[in-house]
């Protein structure tokens, strides 16, 4: 009986073997992060040159402290979303910074959008740990304002995501501040809802159909929920874009927002999710993060939600 020469094979197998190791590594990742998504929404304060008292000390045009981003990378690293919106970014310099900050904390989000509408300093940006199917920057959504042409300040940014269980669109949007130099118009309120208005038309353009269509709106949206330009966002006639989740800390609590001149704690940042969506979120509900540094990193504390998107379960 003739022996088989094994030496010939001796050197493939192991680079098979290899190659399999890494196909099975990344069908692993990619099987984790497609069948369960954490997703969050953060503003971040001013990550961008500003006007700022820093030390006791007012500067113009300084960037975010220090002490500050190191407390915002240290509250995402705890979160560690598959997905993250942010409210406040600056240009593209400040988005690749922040990447590399979570980076090196552990958080690599291989994939990011920023998009930069009428508001030249303070932008809406996703990173993301899954790949994007598809960016559309809605930078130029228009609306009126007392009779005038006029847009959307931060525009609209959506990403969509291929997932299990089909695409499904995230939608992160900024609604004007409260600040204003108008006096026919306190606290912006007028210019919030006909900026609700026009981003409720866009996603219904999108998707007319929300009891079917899968998306996600989320973000700062600058009013309560009993505000008109909430109430304006949640609704068109009988047309319902989705539900507002819940969202709770540790200790109960559901503010998100704490606006230090006036000692005010209120909750402006949510996710609204469609129908369609709505029964792949874990529990029905959000959590505010509360862990340590989420005071040091922000005004803001983020909101987070868990889609669960295994079909099999």
Not at 81 to 87: C, K, R, S
Not at 186 to 215: G, I, K, N, T
């Amino acid at each position: 009986m003739e022996l088989c020469d094994l030496s010939a094979v001796s050197v493939k197998i192991p680079a098979v073997l290899r190659l399999s190791t890494l196909v099975a590594a990344q069908l692993l990742l990619t099987s984790r992060l497609w069948a369960d998504l954490t997703i969050a929404t953060y503003n971040v304060e001013n990550y961008t040159l500003a006007n700022r008292m820093v030390d006791g000390i007012y500067r113009p045009g300084y960037p975010k402290p220090e002490k500050e981003r190191a407390a915002l990378t240290r509250v995402v690293a705890g979160i560690a979303p598959d997905i993250l919106a942010v409210e406040e970014m600056g240009a593209q310099p400040f988005l690749d910074d922040f990447q590399r900050e979570l980076k090196l904390a552990g958080q690599d989000f291989a994939h990011t959008v920023v998009l930069e509408a009428a508001d030249a300093d303070r932008h809406v940006a996703v990173l993301s740990k899954l790949p994007f199917k598809e960016v559309r920057r809605h930078a130029e959504v228009p609306t009126t304002y007392f009779g005038q042409p006029d847009r959307v300040k931060r525009g609209v940014l959506e990403v969509v995501f291929a997932t299990r269980r089909g695409d499904f669109s995230l939608f992160v949007v900024h609604l004007k501040s409260k600040y204003t130099e108008r006096p026919d118009d306190p606290e912006s309120a007028e210019q919030r809802r006909l900026e609700a208005e026009a981003v409720r038309d866009l996603v219904l353009a999108r998707y007319p159909q929300p009891a079917r269509d899968r998306f996600i709106v989320c973000g700062d949206w600058n009013d309560t929920r009993g505000s008109k330009s909430v109430r304006t966002l949640l609704k068109r006639g009988e047309t319902a874009l989705g539900e507002l989740l819940p969202a709770a800390d540790s200790h109960g609590e559901s503010w998100t927002h704490y606006y230090r001149r006036e000692d005010i704690y209120s909750r402006i940042d949510f996710f609204l999710v469609s129908p369609a969506l709505l029964p792949a979120v874990s529990g029905g509900r959000g959590r505010i993060w509360d862990a340590p540094g989420v005071a040091d990193a922000s005004d803001h504390r983020p909101v987070v939600l868990r889609l669960d998107l295994d079909p099999v379960k």
